[in-house]
Every structure is written in C-alpha cells, then in structure tokens.
C-alpha cells in the first residue's frame, strides 16, 4: 500500500523540487531523485512513511532534529537543504551525492578476497570521526551510523573497488535525525527495535538514553569489519535478535593478526560500558593512527613488509595540501581558525618527514639496485613511458601533488633537473628497461 501511495509523489513538486523518479525504499522512507528549480541541480528527497508521524509531538520533534541537521555545515555529513511535512508525510530535501555506498565497496572487497589496506581504512575512521565530532558538539547523535549510511563520494571519475581508493575520495554521513525520529516514533510500539542489529550499541538494545559514545561504538563496529573482512556479530545462521542479544552480552572475537596495539583501540571502542570507551570520536581515531603507524607499532619486526609507508606518505601529502588550501580561503579574522590550521600543517609536515625517515629504513632497495622507493620507482617508470602528472596520477590512484613530490624526490636523489635526464641516467645504469626489475 505504501508503495503505490509514494508511486503518486512523482511529476509532483515539493519545497521548489520537482519529484522525477524513485530510486529506492526502506523501512523509513521512499527515496527519490528531483530537481530544485532555485538551486537548478539534482537533489534527493526522502519521504518518510506517514505512520511515522501519527500525532503532533512526533512531527514537532521531526522539525527539530530535522532543522538541527540543516544547520550541520562540514564536508563529511551530507547538507540538508530543507524539510517540511506534507499530507501528513514529513521529508527531508539533501544533496546528491556522487560515489559508491560504503557498504557496497566493502562487500565487493570481501567477494574478490580483499581488504581494505590500513592507511585507507584510517583515513576513513578519521573522517567520520570528525563529522560525527561536529555533530556531537550540536548536540545531535546520528544513532545509526553504518556502512550503508556513509557514501564514498567522488566529483569526478568512478571508484572500482579492483583498486585502490584514490585519494579524492570522502566518506560522507546521511540520514542524520532519522534514526532519532524514528526512535520516537517507535515508542508508540513496545518491544519494536530502531537501528541496525550489526551495529547497535548496547545502551541502544537496553532502551537508554544515547549520546554520541553509542555512535563512537557503532563506528567500531566499522572499523572491526574494515580490518577483519567481517562483522564480529553477523554469522549467517543467526537471527536479528541473538546477534542485539550478543552486544550485550558477548565479547568481539580478536582479529587475527592484528597488531595489539590495534586491538586495544578496537577493544575499548566497543566496551560494553560506555564509561569505558573512548569520550570523543576523535581521541578513538587519534589513537587509532599512534597504534597503526606510531613508535609502537615502528617496532615491528623489519622483517614484516611495510607497504603502507608510501600510501601513508600520500595521505600526508594530502592532508598538507587541504591544509594549505584552508590557510588561503579562511578569513584573516578569523584567528582561532588560522592558528588550528597553521598547527595542524606544521604537525602534518613534521609527520613527512617521520614517514620519509621510516620509508628509508624500511622501503629502500639494495644500493645496487637502485636509490628510489617503491613508489618512486612506479612514478619513474610511468615517466619514461611519457606519461603527464595527470595520466600518472590516475594509473596510481595518487594525486598529481603527490606525483610531483615524488618526481621532486627522484630528481633530488639523483641530481638531476628534468625528466629527460633522469630517465637517460636511469637508463644507463639498468634501473629501468629491463624484465627483470623489482615492482
């Protein structure tokens, strides 16, 4: 019956967006795609069931969180453009966004036997944990937060899971206040359950009041899938109701192989007493970075591979450059603000020059083989190919930046001061051209 009620929103025009096509449904809402006519571009409007709003009060509350989340302004939560109820059916009108749905690009992961590599799955934690940061600031807790509610956006080109994440990537939140509306709405119903049984968190199952640790708990759920290749609590054989039941009663099994630094930080995330987790997001993904690529972990046997060492290299690089692109666009008033900046690319370039301390150590070939790195390597060759910045970049899944600072590092190695002489001098001396050479 739903279904054919929402059938009659398209061709119709609500809040200045013309209803186009329907894209989807849920247990909350019908989905579609729509034009602003003010805005003059592609919007989503969710629709949410009208048995979700049967009486003033909830559709009061719903203005409120709904309100609340229009004011949210950050680059990893999706922007709400406006919201309002018609007919008794409340909606909410939201940016398009372009990309892949988290859960989509894990589960393709999982079904060719792969797994998202540290620095990419740090680099995720670490955006989440800043939009959810933001939003627990304002007072709203997003109370579902799951792969199936991040989108790995992308303006331009696709993302194929059969590589790796380019660096232009942004996990981005949605559906914040649904989940909260919801809840409300469900009261009217004893014993029904809001939330996703894989990653609720116990106070949730338990019908307390939540605040943003129920979301840093649910995020630990994330982080455990991304590193396992699995959910902790979602076997095939188990219902709904024993896998709620689990994350009050059952302790995650420990990931195999996984540093025990790691494991602390994944542990305490997902204590069962929320006094015992981690009080923000960004001290759970703060340490998260010191476990995965802090001294304790530098510790490692040098016999063990270091592969991330040049990926994190890249994401530094990056997060210099967004940090520069801030310094230029923040308003010479705004003191506060340039100072965070100014400390934050200071700490990121210090963490350069770490990361290229232990990439020497660990990464760089037998002196008679040849002087670069991994990485370097891949660049050099794709140069004596002919290839641009911007073909290179794209073949590695690297930004044109991060080519450059490498190009920069190659010349410096080998003194000298273009492309055509470090290639002939490669040449010479067999560190490219041959079958045989190291990857």
């Known amino acids: 019956m739903i279904s054919n009620l929402m059938t009659d929103w398209l061709g119709k025009t609500l809040s200045k967006v013309t209803i186009e096509k329907r894209v989807g449904t849920g247990g909350m809402a019908e989905v579609f795609l729509g034009q602003h006519t003010s805005l003059k571009r592609p919007v989503v409007v969710k629709i949410l069931h009208s048995h979700l709003a049967t009486h003033e009060i909830l559709l009061s509350r719903f203005r409120a969180e709904a309100q609340a ?16 109820v018609t007919d008794g059916y409340p909606y909410i009108v939201m940016e398009l966004l372009t990309g892949m ?16 590599p540290p620095e990419t799955t740090l680099r995720i934690i670490v955006s989440l944990a800043a939009a959810l940061d933001y939003a627990h600031e304002r007072g709203i807790v997003h109370r579902d937060v799951k792969p199936g509610n991040i989108i790995l956006r992308r303006e331009n080109g696709v993302i194929d899971p059969n590589i790796s994440l380019p660096l232009d990537v942004e996990p981005v939140l949605v559906d914040f206040g649904l989940a909260h509306f919801a809840e409300q709405a469900a009261m009217s119903a004893p014993g029904e359950l809001i939330g996703t049984p894989a990653y609720i968190s116990p106070e949730q199952v338990r019908g307390d009041p939540v605040d943003g640790r129920s979301d840093i708990y649910s995020l630990g759920i994330m982080l455990y899938e991304m590193l396992a290749g699995k959910l902790p609590f979602d076997a095939p054989t188990e219902s709904p109701i024993s896998i709620v039941v689990k994350h009050l009663t059952a302790q995650p099994p420990p ?35 010191l476990a995965l690529f802090g001294n304790e972990a530098s510790r490692i046997s040098a016999t063990i591979p ?82 641009t910045n911007k073909e290179i970049a794209y073949r590695l899944g690297i930004s044109e930046r991060t ?12 003194t000298t001061n273009s492309r055509t002489e470090v290639v002939a001098l490669a040449l010479r001396n067999g560190w490219i051209g041959g079958s045989d050479r190291p990857d």
Not at 101 to 116: C, K, M
Not at 307 to 326: C, D, G, I, K, R
Not at 348 to 360: G, H, K
Not at 404 to 410: A, G, L, M, T, V
């Open 101 to 116: 749905p988290l859960d989509e690009y894990l589960r393709a992961l999982r079904t060719s036997g792969q797994h998202l």
């Open 403 to 414: 080519v450059q600072f490498h190009i920069n590092s190659i010349f410096n190695k080998t």
């Open 255 to 289: 990931i195999e192989g996984l540093h025990p630094a790691v494991q602390r930080v994944l542990d305490r995330a997902l204590a069962k007493d929320r006094g015992e987790r981690y009080a923000r997001a960004g001290e759970f993904a703060n340490e998260l970075m």
């Open 306 to 387: 270091h592969e991330p060492l040049s990926s994190l290299q890249n994401v530094l690089a990056l997060l210099v450059e967004q940090a520069e692109t801030y310094d230029h666009v923040l308003p010479s008033s705004n003191y506060p603000a340039r100072a965070a900046v100014a400390a934050l690319t200071r700490l990121a370039r210090e963490a350069q020059n770490e990361a290229r301390s232990l990439a020497e150590v660990y990464e760089t070939p037998k002196p008679a083989d040849h002087p670069f790195s991994p990485r370097e390597y891949e660049v050099l060759n794709l140069a004596s190919e002919g290839l």
């Open 69 to 84: 989340s229009s004011h949210l302004r950050h680059p990893n939560i999706v922007q709400v453009y406006d919201f309002d």
